[in-house]
């Protein structure tokens, strides 16, 4: 006969149990629903910037591109919480067949994201346009002016940027081209969201490289990135 004592040491374990398990159930379907909003944000977010006359030279840096990162909105912090960032997708394109494979999710995070004055919030745009620095994004953290470089295309300009940069800066700030420095912050993997759209585990070498995992809900915005580029 098991000891009462025992019995509600087994009881109390049973209910805990449950109550991790509901919590992580939670915590999955926030991921998966946040994962999907930003997915959708991120569609409108190349539509507007690529449909932008002020944009002219994203859509052949997009051609020409082995990947793009999309933030719909970094937000500068307040004061007192200092720092600024924001989420994002990331997408990649087949250098032999033009078709691009993604998103995996990811994080742009920084104290010093040099916003233009008064402004407070950014679309952006960041074409990746160097293998190595592609490479980097799939395995280690990557800040922005030191292990990567960055440039910011020039408003109007035909091909419009450094074509020598590793990434390639496209931001809209107010609706304003441009106003953004980007140096110093840093690109992360988001794990949580990662798991949350594709169901299990994925890491972005699963999502991007070995295409282990897929979600139909990806193909509108696949689809809005090869019409950008065209």
């Known amino acids: 006969m098991i000891p009462t004592t025992s019995r509600l040491g087994i009881a109390l374990a049973a209910t805990l149990a449950i109550m991790l398990s509901g919590i992580g159930l939670a915590a999955h379907a926030s991921d998966k629903s946040d994962a999907e909003t930003l997915v959708a944000k991120a569609k409108t977010t190349i539509q507007s910037v690529a449909g ?4 002219a030279s994203l859509r052949p840096a997009l051609a020409n591109a082995r990947g793009v990162l999309i933030f719909p909105q970094v937000l500068k912090a307040g004061f007192v919480l200092g720092g600024s960032g924001g989420s994002g997708v990331l997408l990649t394109r087949d250098t032999a067949t033009g078709v691009w494979t993604g998103p995996a999710f990811y994080t742009m995070g920084s104290a010093s994201i040099g916003f233009q004055a008064g402004a407070q919030a950014a679309e952006m745009v960041m074409v990746v346009t160097s293998q190595k620095a592609l490479d980097s994004l799939y395995t280690n953290k990557v800040n922005l002016g030191g292990d990567a470089s960055v440039a910011l295309a020039s408003k ?9 940069a590793d990434f390639i800066v496209y931001s809209k700030v107010k609706g304003a081209f441009a106003g953004v420095s980007v140096d110093g912050s840093v690109l992360d993997v988001r794990q949580g969201l990662n798991s949350g759209y594709y169901g299990q585990a994925a890491t972005p070498l699963d999502i991007l490289v070995k295409r ?3 979600n139909p809900d990806a193909m509108a915005l696949q689809t809005a990135v090869a019409d950008a580029a065209k």
């Open 156 to 164: 109007g300009a035909g091909r419009g940027a450094n074509v020598t």
């Open 52 to 55: 932008d006359s002020d944009f």
């Open 212 to 214: 282990a995992v897929s």
